[in-house]
């Protein structure tokens, strides 16, 4: 990765943006029990949201080329590029989880961006929407990394 201005606001989600994919993708090689909750998670995530890569007629070339999000109750972000990969989507999870106030400052965490995350969590759990259980998905595979990253954690990160 290469970033062209250090001082840029988008640069904290970005890093964990990025950072979630390195780390899953290095824990999937080499630990089999992180390799099962992670493939749970993948089906749970493919199971509750259609991808637009997963489409007979995706073409790469289309990557940018994606509909708005029109609320959050399967997918974080506004712009529709959780919508686009399953990894798009925890990796967008992952940006929220570590950098919540980052994302909403930059405008891209929420359709109706005036909620902090925790407040809009607490809605999506009352609610039943899919996006809270991703989120505890994801949040569970960080946990098995480090029992340091639980939800107590995660909602710090907000304060």
Same mark, same amino acid.
């Given at each position: ?30 630990? =089999?029990?992180?390799?099962?909750? @992670? ?31 029109? +609320? ?6 506004? +712009?529709? @590029? ?9 990796? =967008? ?48 595979? @960080? ?8 939800? =107590? ?5 907000? +304060?």
């Amino acid at each position: 990765m290469i970033f062209l201005d250090g001082y840029s606001y988008g640069l904290p989600k970005t890093l964990h943006h990025e950072f979630s994919s390195v780390l899953f993708n290095q824990m999937f090689d080499t630990d =089999s029990l992180f390799r099962s909750i @992670y493939l749970e998670t993948e089906s749970y995530f493919k199971k509750s949201t259609k991808y637009i890569e997963d489409s007979p007629n995706w073409i790469d070339d289309q990557k940018f080329d994606f509909p708005k999000n029109t +609320d959050n109750k399967l997918v974080l972000r506004n +712009d529709g @590029y959780a919508l686009t990969a399953f990894e798009n989507d925890y990796n =967008s999870i992952a940006s929220s989880l570590f950098a919540p106030k980052n994302v909403k400052l930059i405008g891209e965490q929420l359709v109706e961006n005036e909620l902090n995350f925790w407040e809009f969590m607490k809605i999506a759990r009352t609610e039943q929407y899919p996006i809270f259980y991703k989120v505890t998905k994801v949040i569970n595979l @960080y946990t098995y990394i480090n029992p340091i990253f639980k939800v =107590s954690y995660f909602r710090t990160m907000e +304060d």
